[in-house]
């Protein structure tokens, strides 16, 4: 389900997206989506390239393999922070969910499954196909500290998702949308791996890159998805309150360190340079 789900309806909506994105700014549209292909595919080509998409394939596939073997390891280090959490911010989830409309969770499911694809495929289509690809290369490595600096935190302060760490009354909200959805996403997210969040961090990176390096509206559409996923993903029951405040400020030290790392600089005229 979840994967028909990616393959039939992310590309569908980053198509529409770059439509009408396109005819705001860049005239791009569907072309747009083959020109960002085939400009990615050369950034790729190269040797700095192929290193980044290595690298963030690799750290993908150790987060799987972390994921399948995640409840031996906890079990065996016997750690657990989710009583802590719970402690520092009462029922928080359950609360947020009590007050959403199902009508609104439903569509909050929705964008918490195409949201973190869409915030990577946008952002990378369209600077891929105008040519920036210094922003493009910086919200790849960026995405890789995501990964990178998360494990160790999943793995020695694991942190369950609220409606599955019986000290919720959170639901599993994600059910609403698709019945037994839940253990499809388990493939590279353990139920533990909630601090922090990824979501969060992830939807902050690419609207730090956009905010960045333009357009100015797909940077505002960007912050709109930020904003409305940090009510999301407590309310839907998968992260604590503490866990999309710490996504933040972790997406925010993972966007910074690969702008440094990149030696990206500022230009007046059209945020980061190519």
């Known amino acids: 389900m979840l994967a028909v789900l990616y393959l039939a309806g992310v590309p569908l909506l980053a198509i529409a997206g770059l439509a009408w994105l396109g005819r705001v700014e860049l005239g791009s549209g569907v072309s747009g989506v083959g020109r960002g292909t085939l400009a990615l595919w050369r950034l790729v080509s190269t040797t700095g390239g192929r290193w980044l998409g290595l690298g963030l394939g ?12 995640d409840p031996d390891l906890t079990a065996r280090l016997g750690r657990d922070w989710t009583p802590l ?58 995405l890789l500290a995501n990964y990178l600096l998360a494990l160790p935190f999943y793995v020695f302060a694991p942190v369950s998702e609220p409606a599955w760490s019986g000290l919720s009354q959170a639901l599993p909200a994600l059910e609403l949308f698709a019945a037994g959805l839940t253990p499809d996403l388990r493939f590279a997210s353990a139920l533990d791996n909630c601090f922090p969040s990824l979501h969060v961090s992830i939807a902050f990176t690419a609207w730090w890159f956009a905010r960045r390096a333009g357009p100015r509206l797909l940077a505002r ?47 007046p005229g059209h945020g980061l340079a190519p």
Do not use: K, N
């Open 58 to 69: 690799g750290v993908l596939a150790l987060a799987s393999i972390q994921a399948r073997w």
């Open 85 to 142: 959490v719970r402690a520092l911010e009462g029922d928080l989830p359950a609360a947020m969910q009590a007050v959403t409309p199902e009508p609104v969770l439903w569509l909050l499911a929705a964008m918490y499954l195409l949201g973190l694809p869409l915030c990577i495929a946008l952002p990378l289509l369209w600077w891929g196909g105008s040519g920036r690809h210094r922003p493009a290369a910086g919200i790849t490595l960026a």
């Open 221 to 267: 559409i960007l912050l709109v998805h930020l904003v409305a996923l940090l009510w999301a993903v407590p309310a839907l029951g998968v992260h604590w309150v503490t866990d999309a405040l710490f996504g933040l400020a972790f997406g925010a030290l993972c966007a910074a360190a690969a702008e440094r790392a990149l030696f990206a600089y500022e230009d």
